[in-house]
């Protein structure tokens, strides 16, 4: 662990919160759109739930200070889900309270299969009274295009991933074929919903056909973002915005990063061809 640590500032944006308001300031510099994501998940004690949502409301704060995006990621485990769903509730709606006051947007990111219903549950229900809230979708999961549909329906902004949490085939598209098949198909459902989304990732393949689709259906340019995390493929997100399209970069911090990391590791081959070359130079 202690090896790679080096290497993970590519990827995280620092330790602390002084840190990332520095790497969102750059960002927003060169004309990136930002979220911030204050890293940790699978809280078990009430008290540090309770800290981690004081830090989320700190997160809003800070980004309204500085005039940065006051736009956040969070993860329902790390404010209580795993310790009571009415208590992660309770949490999520006083941050969502604090970024609707400032013309904010919080994303619940979603973890791994285990949470997927309840998460969704919970934003379809706080979504009801405060449309500051969105969710996000994994085309990894065979539910995922089910998933879309209902949140349509509410009216719900969706950012949409390929997933990186290691999933059964019994529920999961275990060839990556399938996977951005799925992609492209919900990918195309949304750009064409009227509600502004999030289109996750790096594959170039899918980012092209979301352009060729977007300018055949005359969409405008600024209806819907990009969205690619910090420390990956910085170029290739530049010329997207050279192009006029606009990009967001998830932008993580904090002291628990290893199970990022090794996240970002399983999800892209290239990433992990970086760490090794950096461990040998």
């Known amino acids: 662990m202690q090896l790679i640590k080096p290497l993970v500032k590519r990827f995280i ?34 008290e540090e739930a309770l ?54 947007f919080v994303r619940v990111d979603m973890e791994g299969s285990p949470y997927t219903t309840s998460t969704l549950q919970l934003v379809q229900e706080v979504h009801k009274q405060y449309p500051q809230v969105g969710a996000v979708l994994q085309a990894m999961l065979r539910r995922t295009s089910e998933d879309a549909i209902g949140l349509l329906k509410e009216g719900i902004r969706i950012r ?34 009227g509600i502004y989304h999030g ?39 530049l010329k997207l915005l050279q192009e006029g399209w606009r990009v967001r970069i998830y932008v993580p911090y904090g002291k628990f990063w290893f199970p990022y990391m090794m996240r970002r590791l399983r999800e892209r081959r290239e990433n992990v061809w970086f760490v090794i070359k950096n461990l040998f130079r």
């Not at 981690?52 to 800070?62: G, H, K, V, W």
């Open 160 to 193: 949409l991933c390929k997933g990186a949490y290691k999933e059964p085939p019994s529920i999961a598209f275990p060839d990556k074929r399938d996977v951005d098949k799925q992609y492209i198909t919900v990918m195309k459902r949304l750009l064409t919903s």
């Open 51 to 104: 800290q981690a949502t004081q830090e989320y409301i700190a997160n809003l704060r800070a980004l309204k200070e500085q005039q940065l995006d006051k736009n956040i990621s969070i993860k329902l485990t790390q404010i209580g889900l795993d310790i009571d769903e009415v208590f992660s509730k309770e949490n999520l709606i006083q941050i969502v309270t604090v970024a609707a006051g400032m013309n904010g």
């Open 199 to 237: 289109i996750a990732t790096h594959d170039e393949k899918i980012i092209e056909e979301a352009k060729k689709f977007a300018i055949h259906e005359k969409l405008s340019k600024d209806s819907f973002e990009f969205q690619m995390l910090f420390g990956i493929r910085q170029r290739f997100a």
């Open 13 to 46: 944006g620092g330790e602390t919160l002084e840190e990332a308001v520095g790497a969102l300031k750059n960002l927003k510099k060169m004309g990136f759109l930002t979220t911030l994501d204050f890293l940790g998940e699978s809280v078990r004690n009430r």
